[in-house]
């Protein structure tokens, strides 16, 4: 009887021990999974700051500013084209209100005059700091990291052989 | 429960109840009583230490099933560490005006770079602008570490890390950038080579950049980068126009008295604050004292109205030069004669509003400076504010002069955050370059400084300063812009000097429920063929404001509106001659 008792505690003991065992090497597992994933988190960070810093860079309102005037043919809102109240919209009745087909109200292309750098391969002579803007755009697009700037370039460019 | 089972130890030494059956069995002798003992004390000792694991069991249990609080409460502290130092700025919308960033600094151990020459040449295809004699001649120094280039762009580490270059290594620093560069320098400020800000929003608000607490959390501006490089661009661009030494320019919120662009020219890159000149790092609009001429005329005007010492009716001799003591208070646009309040305002006629100062007085006049704040430093998040220099003593002429503002040196800060109060409904909103809560704005602190009928009448006034008088070049259709010009000759030693002018234009659109106040200041602008020659005011700080306002007005979406002209002329019932 106190034999079998031994026996069984003994078996106990072992299982205990292969358990515990078991459970430190899992934890110590676990605990370098957190690890790697807090410095994962922290270089995530750094970069999530990083391109938030660059794209704020590249969002500047100068910037912005120049690359609308090459390329897209909107101009800044003028206060007659915001209606203020649903009473200034003119009913289609009033003979003064020039009715068009839905199809007229494609994009302007801006004439040469008013962007002269629209023309392929633009070689403007540039103010220093367009040149420093134009320089790193050149630089983040060559970039492999910034596929997608790559590819709203290539939008912009085919657009401009249109 | 279980402590019920322990015999007790009286129980196990007194003579046991069988003592008799004992003695019995004493002949069998001593040993086996002697075992009888031994065998209690083990059966004792063995429940002592069942109970023991029988509580660690459950214990380990209640652990393994039911205490999940304790494993929860560690995966929650795997916050990232705090990467940097100090709590980035942004603009109202989010959008970045200051951060820091970890960048990499590219150095070289020279005892672990091979070929030199192969090193340089595969360097020299991602950083072309090193200067390779320079590195040759460092790196063959008796050294372990030598600096190639500090701060690297991400692009740069990128391309050199795909070089491979044995022996060269990145070094990662804490760097405090501006990615909107020269836009917002002077709100801003910038920081030391350590961290600390030395001008601007981080040198006010250092303690709170730095706070370890707060990092995470970024200082919210009431900055708008579009609005600011709206009006630095069309600031840029007068001062290039008109070859002026200097500009600054204030858009406010009348009613929040938030700071939505506050511009100085010139400039200088916050990111390289040593490299540009002393005196571009000078922030005109809050630290710059100027006598800013006419436009104080609106203070003496709305005075004059709410203190009851004149009513649009009034009228002002304005036939001659005014001459008192040894002063000659001319016009510039004179007109040489009687003019009705209205026409004083529009006109600009510093005679007539040297008329209207003396009967308003020395003490109201300064009891409602004092009360619009430009008597002392203006209220704004920056250090840099400065004092207003007022006429001591305050005698009858510089009541006269302080009317239309001359003999009084205050900031544009000061002029705007007054004419904010003038016309949105009287009341002094102190500006502030921090964002407000949408929610709250009625909690904002508010003194009521002018009575409500005094600022919209003096609305229509500025107004019609736009439509009849000296601002028309201010106009923009649908915006309803009031405003009033400004031309101060600057003071130089013993005297004016009539061909250096500080020309200014505030205005407030849309006048009937103004939301915002625009102001634009040139120093020393130069009238060019197209403004025939004028440097004044309403030739080259009104259009500013004019295309400014032309700009903002849609992107704040302030909904534009049909004309009123008719409407304000009937409601002033103004005698206003045509010209």
Do not use: C
Not at chain 2, 425 to 438: C, K, N, S, Y
């Amino acid at each position: 009887m106190i034999r079998l008792a031994n026996i069984a505690a003994l078996a106990v003991v072992v299982a205990a021990g292969v358990g515990l065992y078991q459970l430190k090497y899992n934890t110590e597992r676990v605990q370098e999974e957190v690890r790697a994933l807090k410095s994962q988190i922290t270089a995530d960070e750094a970069a999530i700051k990083v391109l938030r810093a660059e794209w704020t860079y590249l969002a500047r309102p100068e910037r912005l500013e120049t690359l609308g005037n090459r390329y897209l043919a909107l101009r800044p809102t003028q206060a007659g084209q915001i209606i203020g109240s649903i009473e200034e919209v003119p009913l289609r009745d009033n003979p003064s209100t020039v009715v068009a087909q839905a199809d007229d109200f494609r994009i302007v292309q801006p004439t040469p005059v008013r962007a002269p750098a629209l023309r392929p391969a633009p070689t403007p002579a540039p103010a220093p700091d367009r040149e420093e803007a134009e320089e790193r755009y050149q630089e983040v697009r060559h970039d492999p990291g910034n596929d997608l700037l790559v590819r709203i370039h290539t939008t912009l460019t085919e657009r401009q052989h249109d | 429960m279980i402590s019920g089972q322990r015999p007790s130890p009286d129980r196990r030494d007194a003579p046991p109840p069988l003592a008799r059956g004992a003695r019995r069995f004493r002949i069998d002798g001593v040993r086996k009583e002697a075992m009888e003992v031994a065998r209690n004390r083990v059966l004792v000792t063995a429940a002592m230490f069942f109970i023991g694991f029988v509580v660690m069991g459950v214990r380990l249990l209640d652990l393994g099933f039911f205490e999940r609080v304790v494993e929860t409460t560690i995966a929650a502290q795997g916050r990232a560490p705090v990467l940097t130092a100090r709590a980035d700025i942004v603009d109202l919308n989010g959008v970045v005006l200051a951060t820091n960033l970890k960048t990499a600094s590219l150095y070289a151990d020279p005892k672990r770079v091979i070929d030199v020459d192969d090193a340089l040449d595969k360097l020299q295809v991602a950083l072309p602008d090193i200067n390779r004699a320079d590195i040759v001649n460092r790196l063959s120094a008796d050294s372990r570490f030598v600096w190639i280039k500090r701060n690297l762009t991400p692009a740069e580490k990128w391309r050199i890390n795909s070089l491979g270059i044995p022996g060269f290594a990145f070094e990662d620093e804490d760097r405090r950038v501006y990615p909107q560069g020269r836009l917002a320098a002077h709100v801003l400020g910038f920081v030391d080579i350590d961290g600390r800000g030395l001008a601007g929003i981080e040198r006010f608000f250092d303690s709170r950049l730095m706070n370890p607490h707060s990092l995470h959390e970024p200082l919210k501006l009431a900055l708008d980068v579009r609005v600011q490089h709206i009006l630095r661009e069309e600031l840029a661009n007068a001062v290039d126009a008109f070859s002026a030494i200097g500009a600054a320019g204030l858009v406010l919120d009348a009613r929040t008295g938030e700071v939505l662009s506050m511009v100085s020219l010139p400039d200088y890159d916050p990111n390289e604050p040593k490299a540009s000149r002393k005196e571009t790092l000078f922030n005109r609009a809050v630290q710059g004292v100027y006598e800013l001429g006419s436009g104080l005329k609106t203070f003496t005007v709305a005075m004059a109205l709410d203190s009851g010492h004149a009513r649009l009716e009034s009228t002002y001799d304005a036939t001659k030069p005014l001459k008192i003591a040894r002063f000659t208070i001319n016009d510039y646009h004179a007109k040489a004669r009687w003019m009705s309040l209205p026409e004083v305002f529009i006109h600009s006629s510093n005679i007539g509003t040297a008329r209207m100062g003396m009967e308003i007085g020395a003490e109201t006049q300064r009891a409602y400076l004092d009360r619009l704040g430009l008597l002392k430093r203006p209220q704004i998040e920056l250090t840099e504010a400065a004092e207003p220099l007022l006429p001591h003593p305050w005698r009858e002429i510089s009541t006269m002069t302080v009317a239309f503002g001359h003999g009084i040196a205050i900031t544009p800060l000061h002029l705007a955050a007054g004419m904010a109060a003038v016309v949105n409904g009287g009341r002094l909103i102190p500006a502030t370059l921090l964002a407000q809560d949408a929610d709250n704005s009625t909690s904002v602190e508010a003194r009521r400084v002018l009575s409500s009928e005094t600022s919209a009448t003096m609305r229509r006034l500025l107004r019609l300063a736009v439509i009849e008088g000296t601002g028309g070049k201010a106009d923009v259709p649908g915006f309803e812009v009031g405003g009033k010009t400004g031309s101060a000759e600057k003071s130089a030693a013993g005297g004016y000097r009539r061909n250096a002018l500080l020309s200014s234009f505030i205005a407030t659109f849309p006048t009937d429920e103004p939301r915002y106040v625009v102001l634009a200041i040139i120093d020393e602008p130069k009238g060019t063929p197209e403004t025939f020659g004028y440097a004044t005011g309403g030739w080259t700080a009104a259009p500013v404001v004019g295309r400014v306002i032309a700009r903002i007005g849609p992107m704040l979406g302030v909904s534009p509106r049909q004309d009123q002209e008719n409407a304000i002329r009937n409601a002033l019932l103004l005698p206003v001659r045509e010209e």
